[in-house]
Structures are given as structure tokens and as C-alpha cells.
């Protein structure tokens, strides 16, 4: 059984950094691109970073490039998003995803498996 856990949520003030963390198990973790996704209050799921199963490649979307980092550790088999410059524009749940293919997933469609979220709240 896939599991995927998030923490590393929080509250936080504008500006501030939270790193977020995803364990993953039941999968073969190194053969897996992961994904981070966020849901805003009233708004619907959206892409946020992807990483391919050697680290080596990734992807963001526009409004976090250059504030947030993806990474992965497959010793671990776990995937990292460190915040930086966080705004309150990125309150929302941060959810994890594994995608079981080796090319790069941008859209929630072509994701297999998926946390259960968790909550980051950034205060103006």
C-alpha cells in the first residue's frame, strides 16, 4: 500500500521560510518523479514543483521560481520543498505526489499517488 506523508506545515509570517517534507513508502521511491501541488481556499489544485527520480531535473511554476526549492533524497525516500520569501499568497494545503513514470509531471492528471496535505499559513 502507497503511502505518502507530509509535514513541515505551519504558520508563518510574510517572508519567512518552512521547509515541507514527504516520506514516502509501499513504492519503489527511486523511480519516481514527485510532485508538490497546493490547494488556496476557494480555489482549485495547482502545480507547484517537480523533480525527476535522479534530482537532476526540475520544474516550478512561474509564481514560485526562484523562492522555492525541490529536492529529493532516495536513502530517505523522501522529497523536500524548502519556502523561501513565503507570501500570503501561498497559504494553502501542500500536497505530495508520486507520479510512476521517469518524465516530469506538471499537471495533478498525471500523478498516481497522493498525500493527505498539509497546511501552510503565511500571515501579512
Known amino acids: 500500500q502507497v503511502q505518502l506523508v507530509e509535514s513541515g506545515g505551519g504558520l508563518v509570517q510574510a517572508g519567512g521560510s518552512l521547509r515541507l517534507s514527504c516520506a514516502a513508502s509501499?513504492?519503489?521511491?527511486?523511480?519516481?518523479?514527485m510532485g508538490w501541488f497546493r490547494r488556496a481556499p476557494g480555489k482549485e489544485r495547482e502545480f507547484v514543483a517537480t523533480?525527476?527520480?535522479?534530482?537532476?531535473?526540475?520544474s516550478y511554476a512561474d509564481s514560485v521560481k526562484s523562492r522555492f526549492t525541490i529536492s529529493r533524497d532516495n536513502t530517505k525516500n523522501t522529497v523536500y520543498l524548502q519556502m523561501n520569501g513565503l507570501k500570503p499568497e501561498d497559504t494553502a494545503i501542500y500536497y505530495c505526489?508520486?507520479?510512476?513514470?521517469?518524465?516530469?509531471?506538471?499537471?495533478?492528471?498525471?500523478?498516481?499517488?497522493w498525500g493527505q496535505g498539509t497546511q501552510v499559513t503565511v500571515s501579512s
Open positions: 505526489a508520486a507520479r510512476a513514470r521517469y518524465t516530469l509531471g506538471l499537471t495533478d492528471f498525471a500523478y498516481d499517488y
Open positions: 509501499g513504492l519503489t521511491f527511486s523511480t519516481n518523479v
Open positions: 523533480i525527476n527520480w535522479s534530482g537532476r531535473s526540475t
